[in-house]
């Protein structure tokens, strides 16, 4: 029997790698003095005051479950409460190597009780400890994001994905989520494999906690690098890091390892002609709005935009809204009316647009610029959003559009100011007229669209 537990204490250890081994070596020791052993005391001084009360006793508790079962596989009592390196060991495997079965149970050990208020407890504390852990990664320090104001969002956004799409409650995401909801270790499990943002911050939070150089304490493209085109000190974003995380994590793999800001209101100027030059044939862009009651959204360009004369796009396309609630909101398939711009057209509309039809779409800017409206009865047809606005006409002083993704070579040429401005001057109406005659535009087939890969 007790080479089982010899055996188990191996397979710990070669979760990490030999630089991995000796820090958690280094860990465990600066925990428990240099003792074989370590109780709460010792693990409460170490670990506060960034992590609170409550997660060190249920840290401690996990712990020393490790531990009861590792003694009861030897058929023998625990003789205290006190943690060994190999229990240790074993707890940072499981939290940062281990599988998401591994980690819904680590979750569940996390609650005095596996309900929503107690997950959420724990969900807020995991996104104020992934905060501090990534204010020094140069992702982060690329950016000048506002203060945090989106975690109790997000939580809600994660929780209505465990309690209501897995069929647990029937509410809509803007109602209050019941606190009756109990789960399971199966439903955790499976609610990780459908929100891997979850794991990517627990990672992030607890690597926070237990600092092992040699092991990246950050997700690839968890969080873009963010080139502000300006001075990074005039480049404010309303925008703050779980929010921008949040967009991220929706977009396409190849798209998420940095954003360019192309337009924004208070550097560029409130003109839609300007943030027309500034967005035109620049690729894949996240567009994002804040109106004047505080209500924040937007959406995903998969494809460049472009002055057109009906709606284009492709079904990589989405909307979002980021406060007062957080949410994606996907193509149905009901129509292609993925997304449109114009301006300077008498027959036809001038404005930008995402989802649902001319007059009534799921988002749109004025070519006046300021306003807008979103309008779903009760929702649009393309996208499957609510109204994202707090009313469906809306007026904003805030709009920003970004680039995503690393900048194609082909986006260098069309950087020339002249051959922008030919774009923009593109006789729309006369395109359309002939379109309808049924006259082939043999040029339209040099104008080749970024392919993307498949989205999550």
């Given at each position: 029997?007790?080479?089982?537990?010899?055996?188990?204490?191996?397979?710990?250890?070669?979760?990490?790698?030999?630089?991995?081994?000796?820090?958690?070596?280094?860990?465990?020791?600066?925990?428990?003095?240099?003792?074989?052993?370590?109780?709460?005391?010792?693990?409460?001084?170490?670990?506060?005051?960034?992590?609170?009360?409550?997660?060190?006793?249920?840290?401690?508790?996990?712990?020393?479950?490790?531990?009861t079962g590792e003694n009861q596989s030897k058929k023998s009592p625990p003789k205290s409460d006190r943690i060994s390196r190999i229990?240790?060991?074993?707890?940072?495997?499981?939290?940062?190597?281990?599988?998401?079965?591994?980690?819904?149970?680590?979750?569940?050990?996390?609650?005095?009780?596996?309900?929503?208020?107690?997950?959420?407890?724990?969900?807020?504390?995991?996104?104020?400890?992934?905060?501090?852990?990534?204010?020094?990664?140069?992702?982060?320090?690329?950016?000048?994001?506002?203060?945090?104001?989106?975690?109790?969002?997000?939580?809600?956004?994660?929780?209505?994905?465990?309690?209501?799409?897995?069929?647990?409650?029937?509410?809509?995401?803007?109602?209050?989520?019941?606190?009756?909801?109990?789960?399971?270790?199966?439903?955790?499990?499976?609610?990780?494999?459908?929100?891997?943002?979850?794991?990517?911050?627990?990672?992030?939070?607890?690597?926070?906690?237990?600092?092992?150089?040699?092991?990246?304490?950050?997700?690839?493209?968890?969080?873009?690098?963010?080139d502000p085109g300006v001075a990074r000190s005039a480049a404010f974003t309303t925008l703050d890091f779980l929010s921008v995380m949040?967009?991220?994590?929706?977009?396409?793999?190849?798209?998420?390892?940095?954003?360019?800001?192309?337009?924004?209101?208070?550097?560029?100027?409130?003109?839609?002609?300007?943030?027309?030059?500034?967005?035109?044939?620049?690729?894949?862009?996240?567009?994002?709005?804040?109106?004047?009651?505080?209500?924040?959204?937007?959406?995903?360009?998969?494809?460049?935009?472009?002055?057109?004369?009906?709606?284009?796009?492709?079904?990589?396309?989405?909307?979002?809204?980021?406060?007062?609630?957080?949410?994606?909101?996907?193509?149905?398939?009901?129509?292609?009316?993925?997304?449109?711009?114009?301006?300077?057209?008498?027959?036809?509309?001038?404005?930008?647009?995402?989802?649902?039809?001319?007059?009534?779409?799921?988002?749109?800017?004025?070519?006046?610029?300021?306003?807008?409206?979103?309008?779903?009865?009760?929702?649009?047809?393309?996208?499957?959003?609510?109204?994202?606005?707090?009313?469906?006409?809306?007026?904003?002083?805030?709009?920003?559009?970004?680039?995503?993704?690393?900048?194609?070579?082909?986006?260098?040429?069309?950087?020339?100011?002249?051959?922008?401005?030919?774009?923009?001057?593109?006789?729309?109406?006369?395109?359309?007229?002939?379109?309808?005659?049924?006259?082939?535009?043999?040029?339209?087939?040099?104008?080749?669209?970024?392919?993307?890969?498949?989205?999550?």
């Open positions: 029997m007790g080479s089982n537990g010899s055996r188990a204490g191996d397979s710990d250890r070669s979760l990490f790698n030999g630089r991995e081994n000796e820090e958690v070596d280094i860990l465990f020791k600066n925990i428990s003095r240099n003792e074989e052993t370590f109780g709460l005391t010792q693990f409460k001084e170490f670990l506060q005051p960034k992590v609170s009360d409550y997660l060190c006793v249920r840290l401690h508790h996990y712990m020393k479950s490790i531990a229990c240790f060991a074993h707890s940072l495997g499981t939290i940062f190597k281990g599988t998401n079965d591994q980690k819904a149970k680590f979750l569940i050990s996390l609650m005095v009780e596996a309900k929503v208020d107690p997950l959420r407890n724990v969900l807020n504390e995991t996104l104020r400890l992934a905060d501090l852990g990534l204010m020094s990664v140069e992702e982060y320090l690329s950016w000048n994001f506002q203060p945090k104001f989106t975690d109790d969002q997000l939580v809600n956004h994660f929780l209505f994905d465990l309690v209501v799409r897995d069929g647990r409650q029937q509410c809509d995401v803007r109602e209050k989520l019941s606190s009756d909801a109990v789960f399971t270790p199966e439903d955790i499990e499976k609610w990780l494999t459908r929100m891997p943002l979850v794991v990517h911050l627990m990672e992030l939070a607890f690597h926070y906690c237990f600092p092992i150089r040699g092991s990246p304490s950050v997700s690839p493209h968890l969080l873009p690098h963010c949040f967009i991220n994590s929706t977009l396409p793999h190849t798209l998420r390892s940095e954003w360019r800001l192309l337009y924004c209101c208070s550097l560029h100027g409130a003109s839609f002609a300007t943030m027309l030059k500034k967005i035109v044939n620049e690729g894949p862009t996240v567009l994002v709005v804040k109106d004047r009651d505080g209500h924040i959204f937007g959406g995903f360009a998969s494809e460049s935009w472009m002055p057109n004369a009906h709606f284009y796009g492709s079904s990589h396309c989405f909307l979002f809204s980021l406060k007062p609630i957080m949410d994606v909101y996907y193509p149905t398939g009901y129509n292609s009316n993925f997304i449109y711009v114009n301006q300077n057209q008498q027959t036809l509309p001038n404005g930008l647009g995402m989802g649902g039809q001319w007059g009534y779409a799921g988002l749109w800017i004025n070519d006046t610029f300021g306003s807008g409206h979103s309008k779903a009865g009760p929702k649009c047809t393309t996208y499957n959003s609510p109204q994202l606005s707090s009313t469906a006409e809306f007026s904003f002083d805030v709009m920003e559009v970004w680039a995503v993704g690393q900048k194609q070579s082909g986006q260098e040429e069309e950087k020339d100011p002249k051959k922008k401005s030919g774009l923009l001057k593109m006789d729309v109406e006369t395109k359309a007229v002939l379109e309808m005659a049924g006259k082939e535009q043999h040029s339209d087939g040099f104008q080749e669209r970024q392919a993307l890969d498949n989205p999550i």
